[in-house]
């Protein structure tokens, strides 16, 4: 199992990216997926999840500001963030809660990190 992400750069304080990531290999189902980010010297922290029945996490942050959502049949999950701001600087990561197989445990899976930074 693989997941690619995409999507980040460096955009101007109000601007508006979209991160993309796809996950790929043989596996059976997903049951969510979501962001991460890394900022400067910060921990890992959950910025937005969504799992297959369309249920949405944010962190109170970016309520407002990122809109995520995921396509079942392609194995995808997206995230918008508009209006961006310096504090959003940060590597992204993606991750997929993945079986690979009947009767095996569902397990985090992790992108290699997309990295947006903000100028002021």
């Known amino acids: 199992v693989q997941l690619q992400a995409s999507g980040g750069g460096l955009v101007q304080a109000g601007g508006s990216l979209k991160l993309s990531c796809v996950a790929s290999g043989k596996f059976v189902g997903i049951n969510d997926m979501g962001w991460y980010r890394q900022g400067p010297g910060k921990q890992r922290e959950l910025v937005a999840s969504?799992?297959?029945?369309?249920?949405?996490n944010y962190a109170d942050s970016v309520k407002g500001r990122y809109t995520i959502s995921m396509d079942n049949f392609n194995n995808t999950v997206d995230l918008q963030i508009d209006n961006l701001k310096p504090e959003d600087t940060a590597v992204y990561y993606c991750?997929?809660?993945?079986?690979?197989?009947?009767?095996?445990?569902?397990?985090?899976?992790w992108g290699q990190g997309t990295e947006v930074t903000v100028s002021s």
């Open positions: 969504i799992t297959n029945s369309g249920n949405i």
């Open positions: 991750y997929a809660d993945i079986v690979t197989d009947w009767g095996r445990p569902f397990w985090d899976y």
